[in-house]
T-cell receptor, first 112, second 111 residues
Framework: DADVTQTPRNRITKTGKRIMLECSQT?????MYWYRQDPGLGLRLIYY???????NKGEISDGYSVSRQAQAKFSLSLESAIPNQTALYFCAIRGRSTDTQYFGPGTRLTVL | RKEVEQDPGPFNVPEGATVAFNCTYSNSASQSFFWYRQDCRKEPKLLMS???SGNEDGRFTAQLNRASQYISLLIRDSKLSDSATYLCVVPKGGSQGNLIFGKGTKLSVKP
């Protein structure tokens, strides 16, 4: 079984809709991240969390919100989706004693 | 200097060739560095970590030059399966331990 799972894997939605992307992990790591990837722009950090009570904004948090429901679950919400949020979204995890991050398989989101 | 900068490529090489990618970074306090491999539309996967002057793993060698603030990745005897985008990754600095990802260098190995 994969250490990090993301649902859905693909989603097409319309402008103005609320969307939630979910991430779960089985490694017991306390640090979780959400990134988006756009062609030519690389990976950009949206939000990150170091434990259930710790949520931090990344470099591009506007238009997004997150929820850390449990140590193993970290959800990303788009309250009112817009077309420029069309991207590939990755969740990542990291253990406390390492700098290495491990990624989920990604969610491809298209906002029409 | 940008936080992390890579030549985007693409590098088109024949099977068996040796190819090298360079990456420059701006945070002189960074202690650990990474190369990730990303296949098209897939998640980035850790290829190598670099904590001192370099690291070698089979056909792959990563070298670190702290004075010049660059990291290199050398791939020897290229295989078709090495075709991917290679991401240079550097710690952002500060206590949060966040990472900065380069935009990647695309490699295409041809028969």
């Amino acid at each position: 079984d994969a250490d990090v799972t993301q649902t859905p894997r693909n989603r097409i939605t319309k402008t103005g809709k609320r969307i939630m992307l979910e991430c779960s992990q089985t490694k017991g790591h306390d640090r979780m991240y959400w990134y988006r990837q756009d062609p030519g722009l690389g990976l950009r950090l949206i939000y990150y969390s170091f434990d259930v009570k710790d949520i931090n904004k990344g470099e591009i948090s506007d238009g997004y919100s997150v929820s850390r429901q449990a140590q193993a679950k970290f959800s990303l919400s788009l309250e009112s989706a817009i077309p420029n949020q069309t991207a590939l979204y990755f969740c990542a995890i990291r253990g406390r004693s390492t700098d290495t991050q491990y990624f989920g398989p990604g969610t491809r989101l298209t906002v029409l | 200097r940008k936080e992390v900068e890579q030549d985007p490529g693409p590098f088109n090489v024949p099977e068996g060739a040796t190819v090298a990618f360079n990456c420059t970074y701006s945070n002189s306090a960074s202690q650990s560095f990474f190369w990730y491999r990303q296949d098209c539309r897939k998640e980035p996967k850790l290829l190598m970590s670099v904590y001192s002057s370099g690291n070698e793993d089979g056909r792959f060698t990563a070298q670190l030059n702290r004075a010049s603030q660059y990291i290199s990745l050398l791939i020897r005897d290229s295989k078709l399966s090495d075709s991917a985008t290679y991401l240079c990754v550097v710690p952002k600095g500060g206590s949060q331990g966040n990472l900065i990802f380069g935009k990647g260098t695309k490699l295409s190995v041809k028969p």
